[in-house]
């Protein structure tokens, strides 16, 4: 199957939950992290359950803080 992150193709194997996906791009703190899926804020408590799919587009946003 194949998905877009910030508008680069991806192959994945199998269908993977949004969480699982996230665990596998190895981010340091997923608290800082806001995804947006076919265009609609994907829930942070669904992201366990939200089985992605063959073109589905991510946007993945990271918050960085600063002063």
């Given at each position: 199957?194949?998905?877009?992150?910030?508008?680069?193709?991806?192959?994945?194997?199998?269908?993977?939950?949004?969480?699982?996906?996230?665990?596998?791009?190895?981010?340091?703190?997923?608290?800082?992290?806001?995804?947006?899926?076919?265009?609609?804020?994907?829930?942070?408590?669904?992201?366990?359950?939200?089985?992605?799919?063959d073109?589905?587009?991510?946007?993945?946003?990271?918050?960085?803080?600063?002063?």
């Amino acid at each position: 199957m194949e998905i877009i992150i910030n508008g680069e193709k991806r192959a994945l194997t199998g269908s993977p939950t949004l969480a699982e996906l996230l665990a596998e791009l190895g981010l340091p703190d997923p608290r800082r992290v806001a995804v947006e899926r076919n265009g609609a804020l994907a829930p942070r408590d669904q992201w366990g359950e939200l089985r992605l799919a063959d073109g589905d587009q991510l946007e993945i946003v990271h918050f960085v803080g600063g002063g």
